[in-house]
């Protein structure tokens, strides 16, 4: 079994991963990031030595998904915006020595996509792509079983393609980005910039809510959806026109109303998408559910030195 750990700004996720993806322990505690590293890298150490202990047996690998930049060759975290002071430390060595068993990391939505691809929605899939949509949009390619990765071992960014060229700047320094877009949040904007005047909204108006209010019949809530599902449709329909893959599986908390957007998305790229073959990219909701941070991390190490069998 191996050990895996999901890094998040808030919490930190791990367990005993067996080689078929079953997760034989699970457990999770606050990532606390503003107590430092050091602290940390503690918390991390107990959780895996409390999963072994559950879990029965002695983990012969560690698999980290994290919240990035994190550089998967050396584990050496980069400029993290919600991991303030871990810039700079690494992860993988002091793991590597406390264990004595290799170590494999990765950005936690490259291990979530190869997690999905192995053993979710992605089995069987040549050209695999995951997209995962909730407070942001990220994502990982995962072609003929092998992580994609670009120049100097970096990671791709999917939630920062422009959607939306004329829309409002991001951080990244491109405008109209599809996280901007789509991701939970924008839903929440666009309410609040659209609502009628003297309109009362909640001040902690979620996506949710508003899939919620749509399902009502509210007329704001419901062009908010149609929004939503319109600029979920572009973003897909670039990467079926980019890469025609066999499927795109898609997770992450607003996935929760997926039926509510599926239909315009999926029209989108219908009638954007005509210079490939896109009606044989199967669009598909993500299978691993809360279990894709720990299942990925774990197959991330599988997929570095494990290599099993995928069924
Ligand atoms: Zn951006």
């Not at 930049?69 to 991991?83: A, K, Q, R, S, Y």
């Not at 992450?252 to 210079?275: K, N, Y």
Request: include cysteine; glycine fraction near 16%.
């Amino acid at each position: 079994m191996i050990g895996a750990i999901d890094i998040g700004g808030t919490k930190i996720a791990a367990g005993a991963v067996a080689p078929d993806g079953r997760i034989l322990y699970r457990t999770e505690c606050a990532t606390s990031p503003t107590q430092g590293f050091g602290r940390g890298l503690e918390r991390i150490i107990g959780l895996l030595r409390e999963s072994e202990q559950h879990a029965g047996g002695k983990i012969k690998g560690i698999g980290v998904g994290s919240t990035g930049p994190i550089d998967p060759e050396t584990g050496i975290f980069g400029t993290v915006d919600n991991l303030p002071g871990w810039k700079g430390s690494n992860l993988k060595q002091p793991l590597e020595h406390e264990f004595g068993v290799p170590v494999a990391v990765e950005n936690d939505a490259d291990a979530a996509a190869l997690g999905e691809a192995a053993w979710g929605a992605g089995r069987g899939k040549r050209r695999f792509i995951y997209v995962t949509i909730s407070t942001g949009i990220g994502g990982g390619l995962v072609f003929d079983g092998e992580l994609y990765r670009g120049v100097d071992q970096s990671h791709p960014e999917l939630g920062h393609m422009v959607v939306e060229a004329s829309g409002p700047l991001c951080y990244c320094g491109a405008h109209g980005c599809w996280e901007w877009m789509a991701a939970g949040p924008a839903m929440v904007t666009w309410v609040r910039e659209n609502a009628p005047a003297g309109t009362q909204l909640p001040v902690d108006l979620s996506a949710k809510e508003i899939c919620r209010l749509a399902e009502q019949g509210d007329p704001l809530a419901k062009k908010a959806v149609e929004r939503e599902g319109y600029y979920l449709g572009v973003g897909l329909a670039n990467l079926v026109t980019m890469y025609c893959p066999d499927a795109i599986a898609l997770g992450g908390g607003v996935m929760a109303s997926a039926h509510l957007f599926m239909d315009r998305a999926r029209e989108v790229v219908r009638t954007s998408c005509t210079l490939v073959p896109a009606e044989k990219t199967e669009i598909l909701l993500a299978r691993m559910g809360a279990d894709a941070g720990v299942a990925g991390a774990a197959r991330a190490w599988y997929n570095r030195f494990g290599k099993p069998r995928q069924s």
